[in-house]
């Protein structure tokens, strides 16, 4: 199983960036697809998921801002990010396999472990 991130990069505070994640067919079939970020010295925590049903749910950290889509003819998760702010500054991940609370709980809420598959990350940097 693969999951391969990229769009990353620097931009300015109120710029916009794309996140791409080419997943494996067997892992992007799973019932719930997510991305995660890690600052520095902070836990990696959930930002916003999508279930098979093309449910979507967002961290209150990022809604309204970040929209999370998927692709189902290149196996492709997507993050688009607007308005991006200093505080967005971290690595991104995208993952799979997650659990069945991704429909019921906030994506802030759901464990690491709770997914079975990673992708290696990508760096974000918002800075002026």
């Known amino acids: 199983v693969r999951l391969v991130e990229s769009g990353g990069g620097s931009v300015q505070p109120g710029g916009s960036l794309r996140l791409s994640c080419v997943i494996s067919e067997y892992a992007y079939g799973s019932y719930c697809l997510g991305w995660f970020r890690q600052a520095p010295g902070k836990e990696r925590e959930g930002i916003a998921v999508i279930v098979s049903d093309g449910t979507t749910r967002y961290a209150t950290s990022v809604k309204g801002r970040f929209t999370i889509s998927k692709e189902n003819a290149n196996n492709t998760l997507y993050l688009q990010m607007n308005n991006l702010k200093v505080d967005d500054t971290a690595v991104y991940y995208c993952?799979?396999?997650?659990?069945?609370?991704?429909?019921?709980?906030?994506?802030?809420?759901?464990?690491?472990?709770?997914?079975?598959?990673w992708g290696q990350g990508t760096q974000v940097t918002v800075s002026s």
């Open positions: 993952a799979a396999d997650g659990p069945l609370q991704c429909y019921t709980d906030a994506p802030d809420a759901l464990k690491r472990d709770e997914f079975g598959y």
